[in-house]
C-alpha cells in the first residue's frame, strides 16, 4: 500500500478541525466579547519507508486566539464595560476561575456581580463580588464596584504572556493552560456604557469556510487516487 494515503488521510483530518473552529467562529459572530480561533497545524515525521523517504504528516497540535479587537458599540448602561486589549475579567465556575472579555454585567437574585450567563465575578481579594439588592450598582474606569457611591469591590483584571494559548469553555470563558502563563493583575482603564463584540465576521468565517472545504475535498481526491494506484497494483503486478 502506498504510504502516501496516509499524509492524505492526515491533511484531510487536520481540514475537518478546520471546519470545527471554522463553525465556531461563525456561531459566535454575535457573541459579546467573542475573539476568533484558528487551527495551529504542525507537519509531524515518521519513520523511513521501504523506498527511502520519511512519511510526512499534518496534525493540529491546538487551537490559537485571535487576539484583534472587535468593534465597539455603545450602550450607555453602568454595568457594560469594554476591557483594553489582552485583558480579562476574572469569574468563579465550578470548575474554578476562569476568565472572560464578555463585559455586559449583572446583579444575579442574591445580589452578586455575575456575568451574563450567570458566573459571579471575583475581586483582588479573590472573593466573590457581593453587591446586595435594591441598590444603585456602577462600575469606575479603574474597575471599582460601587454601590450607592461607595466602594464594593475591586474587579480582578488579568493578563496572561501569552493569551492566543487560552481555551474556549463555551462561547465567552477561557481557562487558562501551560503555555498561557499564570494569570496577572494588569492595571487597565474601561470604558463604561460600551460592549465590544465578536471579531469573528461571517464575511470572514464563510471565505474560511470555502477554503478549508476546499482543501478537505483536494485530500479526500488525493485518497481516491492512492486507493486507484493500489488496486493497480494488486490486479496488475502478479501477472
Known amino acids: 500500500m502506498s504510504h502516501g494515503i496516509y499524509s492524505a488521510l492526515s491533511g484531510a483530518l487536520a481540514q475537518q478541525s478546520s471546519l ?34 520519511r512519511g510526512r504528516y499534518a496534525l493540529v497540535g491546538r487551537t490559537a486566539i485571535d487576539t484583534s479587537a472587535g468593534a465597539r458599540r455603545r450602550t450607555d448602561r453602568p454595568l457594560d464595560v469594554a476591557l483594553p486589549d489582552d485583558a480579562f475579567l476574572t469569574v468563579r465556575t465550578a470548575r474554578g476561575d476562569r476568565y472572560t472579555r464578555a463585559g455586559s454585567l449583572q446583579v444575579s437574585p442574591e445580589g452578586r456581580l455575575v456575568t451574563e450567563a450567570g458566573d459571579p465575578l471575583v475581586d483582588e481579594n479573590d472573593e466573590v463580588i457581593e453587591v446586595g439588592l435594591g441598590v444603585d450598582v456602577s462600575i469606575a474606569p479603574d474597575g471599582a464596584v460601587l454601590t450607592e457611591g461607595s466602594p464594593a469591590g475591586q474587579l480582578r483584571i488579568v493578563g496572561f504572556d501569552d493569551p492566543t494559548q487560552l481555551v474556549y469553555e463555551g462561547a465567552t470563558l477561557l481557562a487558562a493552560g501551560p503555555g498561557t502563563g499564570a494569570a496577572t493583575p494588569v492595571g ?40 486507484d494506484i493500489d488496486k493497480q497494483l494488486v490486479t496488475t503486478v502478479p501477472r
Open 20 to 53: 470545527d473552529t471554522i463553525a465556531q467562529n461563525l456561531a459566535n459572530s454575535e457573541t459579546t466579547g467573542y475573539r476568533s480561533v484558528r487551527p495551529v497545524f504542525h507537519e509531524i515525521m515518521r519513520g523511513q519507508t521501504a523506498g527511502g523517504d
Open 188 to 227: 487597565a482603564t474601561l470604558a463604561i456604557g460600551e460592549l465590544e463584540g465578536s471579531n469573528a465576521t461571517p464575511v470572514r468565517a464563510m471565505t474560511d469556510l470555502i477554503q478549508a472545504t476546499r482543501m478537505f475535498e483536494a485530500m479526500e481526491q488525493a485518497i481516491r487516487s492512492f486507493q
